[in-house]
């Protein structure tokens, strides 16, 4: 492999190959949940998808949960529910800093270092600009066409748009897709099927030194010229650490280890928040309508259909979930799927409703690890819908290609969504 052959499209493609697995998520979750709270064992491996324990899984005692609440306290207690393992598992393929696998006091101050450029009132400074890329250089030289795969643009504009928030030069945006197809070979190289783990590992590796080396190479010009801007890297290079500044080498490994989620979630959340508004009789022309409901289709979407199905934790102590020990050492699958979908606290959980009453729920996950790039995901999927309803008119979906499917065991998400405007 070279760095000419890992274009953005087909290793978006091989992840979601490697994360779709087979089964109905969604099924398997209602019956488990109906028959008994927990599942003593390996309930992930049923539909043959990795875990973010890598080759460690199916190594301890492993045991899964279905109900709001089980998931809920797993995800809010961080000292005892740990994401420690990850750094072997998922994150081998990244080394240095890695904050998915960081815990307690760690974690605490890696995430008060980053969080700050990714808050709301930090990410609205963005929006006009975020606007005016989506406008500009996606929508307004597709809208002659009258009919396209809105997947295509659904894949380029969270890069485009998250990369430069990040701090990269804004003026090769053809590089975004370079670096965002060597982020995403780093996850396929979280491989469990032996007759492809072998290349998938092969081209993580190489994908991990060619991000590094670009990512330097900005941090060390960012550096030389003053390290300024509300931007990612900017704030990295200026932060305190432990008493002391970050050097080039822990910026680097850090934005690196936040590049692979920087625009695949926002690009899958995409694919189900336009799916389900083009599916759902009326929706479309009440959003058109009153664009106030955008902010609540969103958050339904991420409810009906997370993209990350569940969350992989482990345990820091014995625990007890229904009479059940959990002992120290063991792997606890939250299916995030089923919380999200729990009619004890849900009604009506398997339909899509935007006029439900707002209650948390696990999307964007929960407590300490709480998606930190979610407010920049929510603006930029609020922009592209608002800005998809204002210049394709009369939009519908293409009766002559086939219907997008929201699809997948661990990553969901529609591949294509072939649509027909006026």
Request: net charge negative; hydrophobic share 45%; with cysteine.
């Amino acid at each position: 492999m070279s760095t000419d052959t890992i274009d953005l499209e087909s290793a978006y493609s091989a992840v979601s190959d490697t994360y779709k697995g087979t089964g109905d998520i969604h099924a398997a979750c209602r019956e488990a949940r109906t028959r008994s709270p927990i599942f003593v064992g390996d309930f992930i491996r049923q539909f043959g998808v990795p875990t973010n324990a890598g080759m460690q899984q199916g190594t301890r005692p492993t045991f899964a949960l279905f109900r709001h609440q089980d998931v809920m306290a797993v995800l809010r207690d961080a000292s005892s529910y740990t994401s420690g393992f990850i750094a072997e598992g998922l994150g081998a393929f990244f080394d240095g800093l890695i904050i998915l696998a960081m815990d307690g006091e760690q974690h605490r101050e890696v995430r008060a270092l980053l969080q700050p450029a990714f808050m709301p009132e930090t990410v609205n400074k963005w929006r006009d600009q975020i606007d005016a890329v989506i406008r500009k250089d996606f929508l307004e030289p597709l809208a002659g066409r009258g009919k396209a795969d809105l997947m295509e643009f659904g894949l380029a504009f969270p890069i485009r748009e998250m990369y430069a928030l990040m701090g990269f030069p804004t003026d090769n945006p053809d590089a975004y897709r370079r670096y965002a197809g060597w982020a995403l070979a780093m996850v396929g190289g979280n491989q469990i099927d032996p007759a492809k783990a072998g290349e998938a590992r092969r081209n993580a590796a190489i994908a991990v030194k060619l991000l590094y080396d670009a990512i330097l190479e900005v941090v060390v010009q960012r550096r030389a010229d003053g390290s300024q801007g509300d931007d990612l890297i900017g704030r990295l290079l200026r932060a305190e650490h432990q008493g002391r500044r970050l050097d080039d080498h822990e910026v680097t490994t850090f934005v690196r280890s936040l590049l692979p989620a920087a625009g695949e979630t926002t690009t899958r959340t995409f694919s189900s928040v336009m799916t389900l508004l083009l599916t759902t009789p009326g929706l479309q022309d009440r959003v058109r309508a009153d664009r106030a409901l955008v902010p609540k289709l969103i958050d339904e979407a991420v409810r009906f259909e997370p993209v990350a199905t569940f969350k992989v934790r482990e345990t820091a102590r014995d625990v007890e979930f229904h009479g059940v020990t959990i002992p120290k050492g063991s792997f606890v699958q939250c299916m995030v799927a089923s919380a999200n979908r729990d009619e004890a606290v849900f009604e009506r959980p398997d339909e899509f409703d935007i006029d439900r009453k707002i209650k948390p729920s696990f999307g964007f996950g929960f407590g300490p690890h709480m998606c930190i790039g979610q407010f920049v995901a929510k603006l930029e999927l609020t922009c592209a819908v608002n800005a998809i309803l204002d210049l394709l008119p009369g939009l519908r979906l293409d009766p002559d290609m086939p219907a997008p499917v929201i699809e997948g065991a661990q990553l969901r998400g529609a591949a294509h969504l072939h649509v027909l405007w006026d």
